[in-house]
C-alpha cells in the first residue's frame, strides 16, 4: 500500500534541522564546509593519538573550512550561536548544525547528517548526539579506520566548533555523546524571548509555504455530531501551528453539499408544501420547511427507503438539480444555507475559522478530469465503469460510474489538481477518519499517474484518526443509538465546569459573578473536550469521559488552566514590570530546578517540529504537560514572593506562562488568568 506521504520531495530538506538565520556565523561555515567537500579530494593521513583522531588535510581546505571563524587555522572554527534577539528554531537544531560541522571535519569521506536527540536521562547530560556507531560501521575495513565507536566520538567532540552553547561534552557507553548546555546561552534565549516574543521560535523553513488543510466536512442537511469532533479539532490545530510557523494556510471545509441526498430533500420539501397548501396555507418557499434539518433528512430518508415512487420521484429530482433547474437550485440554497448556520454556531463556540468550499464548486470540473484520465491512459472502462488500476491495490479506483455518474473519487480528484494548478499548493493536508486511508492513497496515487503530482512538486498528506469511543468500548452513541450531538456534548461540558466553579467560589466565601463564570465555563469546557482528544496520538481510538476530561489533577485542560491561572497570580502578586525586569535583569539558573524549567522552555520549538513532522497535535500536549509537571517542581523547591532571586524568578514564572499562553493558542483553548 502507497503511502500517504509518498511523495519523494520533503517540503523541507531532509538535512531541515538547521535553523540559525542564514547570515550567522555558522551559516557561514556551513557555506565553506560545501568548499571543503569540494576541495577535499584526499586524506594525507589518519592518526590515532592519545584517544584523539587528528584529521590531516589538504591546507587549501582546511583554509577554506575555518576562514570565516576567528579560530585558528590549528583548531576548530569558532561559531557564535545565534543571539537571544535573533534566535530562531529550535535548540536541537542548533546543536545539529554543530556536529555537522564536526562531523564534516573529522570524517570527510563520509556522508552523515547528525543525529541530536535530548538525552533520556538529564543525569547524563541535556542533548545526546548519536552518530558514532553508525560512522564507525561505515569505516569499518576502510585503511586507517577507527579502532571503536568510542574513537569515532572522540574525533567528533574534537571537532566541535568553539561556540557559546554547549557546556561541556561526555562520552557514555560505545560512543554516546553528551552533551550539557551553557547556563547563559540558555538565560539569554530565555531573556531574548521575554523581550522580543515567542515569534522568532517558531520552526523555519515553513514561512512562505502555502498549505491547504481539508478538515471537519460535515455533510449539510444532517447536524453535526461526535464524529466530526476530530476532524474538526486536529485540523484546526495544525492549521494554528502552521500559521505560528509564517505559513499561508488555506483552512478548507470540504462541505457535502452535492449528490443524491438532495434530490429525496428537494422532492420531500415539495410534498410538505403541497400539504400546506392543501391545508390552506400559503403557497410559497417557507423557512419552517428547514428549520429542523435533521428532522428533514430522517423523514426524507424513510420515504426514499420505503416508496419506490418516492425514490424515482427524488433520483429525477437531482438529475433536474444538477441540470441547473432554477426551482430546484432554490431548494437546495436553502437548505445548504440552513446547515451553514448551524455550523457556524459549532464552529464559533470551538473558535474554529473555515473557508466553504463543498462538493458542488468541484461539480463543473468533473467531467474533464474524467476525460483527462481517459486520454492520458489513467483511466479505463471495466464492467460498465471507469476505474483506475494501482498497483498494490486489489481494487480500483472507480471514477465514473457505469450511468455515468460520479462519486467521492471523481470529486477528490478535481479537488486536488486545483489545489496544485490553481491553488499553487507546496502542501495539501487531509483530516479524515482512518478508514478512509486506502481511499486517499488511491487517489493519492492516481493524481501521481496523471501527473498532477510529481516529484518535485506538492506534498500530499492523509492525517487519519480513530472513533471516540464511549466509556463501554463501543463507538460513543446516545441511549436511543443515536451519534452524540456535537452541540448537547459541548453543552455539558460547559454545564459541569460552571456547576464546578460555582461550588469553588462558594466555599472560598468569594461573590459569583454569572458572566465571569459563564466565560470560564465555556473556556474550561471546550478547551476540556479539545484537549481530551488531542492528547492522544491521533490514529489510536479513545473512550470519551466527562469525569476524566473534567478532572481537576492529571494531564486535563482543566488541570493545565488551574496551573495557568495559578502562575499568573504568582505575577500579579508581584506587583512588578516582568517585562521591565526581562530588559535589565539575568535569569539565574543556579537551582537545578531552575535550570531543568529553562531548559525545557528552550524545547518548545522542538515540540512543534515533531508536531509537525508527525502532524500529531499531541507533540504539543505532551510538551504543555511535561513543562506544567516541571514548573510545580521547581515552584516547590523555589520561593519566589520574597526571596533573594525573586526577580529572577519571576522572569521564568512569566517565560513559563507566555510559553503556556502559546501552547494553549495552538491548540485553541483560552487561557484563564483567575478561576
Known sequence: MLSPTYNSRPFV??????FIAPTTPLANTRRALHLVQFALTSISQVKLSAGHQVVAVRTEARRAAISTSAAPPSGPPTVTMASEKTACGSVRGELSDLFRTALTLSFPSVAADPVVAACNNA??????????MALFGKLKGTPNAPKAPRDVATAIVGALPTNDLVAETSLAGPGFINVRLSRDFVSKRLSGMLV???AGWAPTGYAGKKVIIDFSSPNVAKEMHVGHLRSTIIGDTLCRIFEYCGSDVLRLNHVG????????LIEHMADARQARVAAGGEDKDMDEDVSDLQELYRAAKKRFDEEEEFKARAREAVTRLQGGDAGSLAAWERICAASRREFEAIYSRLGVKLQERGESFYNPMLKGVVEELKERGVATMDQGALCVFLDGHSVPLIVQKGDGGFLYATTDLAAIKHRVNEEKADWIIYVTDVGQSQHFDQVFA?????????????KVSH????LVLGEDGKRFRTRSGDLVRLAELLDEAKNRCAATI????AEAGEEVDEAEVEDAACAMGYGAVKYADLKNHRTTNYKFSFDEMLNLKGNTAVYLLYAHARIAGIVRKAEKDVYALAADTPISLDHPKELELAIHL??????????IEELGPNRVTDYLYDLSEKFNSFYVDCKVLGSEQEASRLLLCEATAVVMRKCFELLGIKPLYRI
Open 13 to 18: 530538506p531532509t538535512t531541515s534541522r538547521r
Open 123 to 132: 543525569k547524563n547530560g541535556d542533548y545526546q548526539c548519536n552518530n558514532a
Open 196 to 198: 522580543n516574543g515567542l
Open 257 to 264: 453539499d452535492w449528490g443524491t441526498q438532495f434530490g429525496m
Open 446 to 458: 492516481t493524481a501521481k499517474k496523471a501527473g498532477w503530482l510529481v516529484d518535485e512538486g506538492a
Open 463 to 466: 492525517v487519519g484518526f480513530g
Open 502 to 505: 460555582r461550588e469553588r467560589r
Open 602 to 611: 528552550c524545547k518548545f520549538p522542538e515540540a512543534l517540529e515533531d508536531a
